[in-house]
Each structure stands twice: as C-alpha cells, then as structure tokens.
C-alpha cells in the first residue's frame, strides 16, 4: 500500500491538484440545486391547476419535501466541499516568495498548462518546474 505523509511535497501536490476537481463539483451542485428549484416550481404549478387538486395536493407536499432535502443535502455536501476549496487558496497565500505563489496559482487556480504559465509569466518551462518544487516543499514545511 503506498501511503504518503501528512505534509509531504506528494500530499501537497494531491491536496492543490483537487481544487480544479473542487471548483467543477461545487458548481454542478450549484447547477443541480438551481434545477430542483425549477422543478419545484413547476410541481407547484401543476398541481396547482390540475383537477382534484385538493387530493393531490398531499402528493405534491410528498414531491417538495423530498425535493427540498435533496437540495439541503447537496448544500451541505457544497459547503464542505467549499472549506476544502478555500483552505487550498489560504494554503498558497502561505508562501513567503511571490513567483512560487504565483506559479501554484498560474497551475493550481486558474487550471494553466505549463505551456500557457510560460506564455503568461514569461518563464521557461525548467524555471516553471523549479519554482514549483521548491514552492511545495516549502508549503510541506510550514505544515
């Protein structure tokens, strides 16, 4: 099994690389909560002008309830998933040196290829690669 320490240059690695993976999910649950409101909406409208709406009316509260704690669930699930996202930028802004916060924002942040970081920040890929290494080494000490 191979396990990596808390703090070490892999875990730092893994923990910038999920923010990219953090920001997609936290926004298709934003999408998904947004989706379910309309379907309430819409559960509302038709039962409202359906015939017989008294009778129905208990299946549409069965219908929003179970809406409403899917949408719940999911805000919470992005509210966690919000912490992590947040505690990745605090991480970087934990740097002394600005180039490599740059660098891990360039990569980490804003998604960059190396390709688009060089064109952007006027580095050869080495020097890139260099300010990488020693920016998650350092964050790998402060942790």
Request: overall charge positive.
């Amino acid at each position: 099994m191979n396990k990596r320490k808390p703090g070490s240059v892999e875990e730092m690695q893994l923990q910038l690389n999920r923010y990219q993976t953090l920001k997609e999910r936290i926004q298709n649950n934003l999408e998904e909560v947004e989706r379910l409101r309309s379907c309430m909406v819409r559960v509302t409208v038709a039962y409202k002008d359906a015939p017989g709406w008294d009778r129905k009316q208990s299946d549409q509260n069965v219908i929003l309830t179970e809406i409403n704690k899917l949408t719940e669930h999911i805000i919470a699930d992005t509210d966690k998933m919000s912490d992590e996202f947040y505690a990745v930028e605090r991480l970087i802004d934990r740097l002394d040196n600005t180039k490599e916060r740059d660098v891990l924002r360039y990569k980490y942040i804003y998604g960059n290829s190396w390709e688009e970081m060089e064109e952007k920040m006027n580095y050869s890929r080495a020097t890139l690669w260099r300010f990488h290494r020693k920016a998650l080494i350092h964050l790998a000490s402060k942790i």
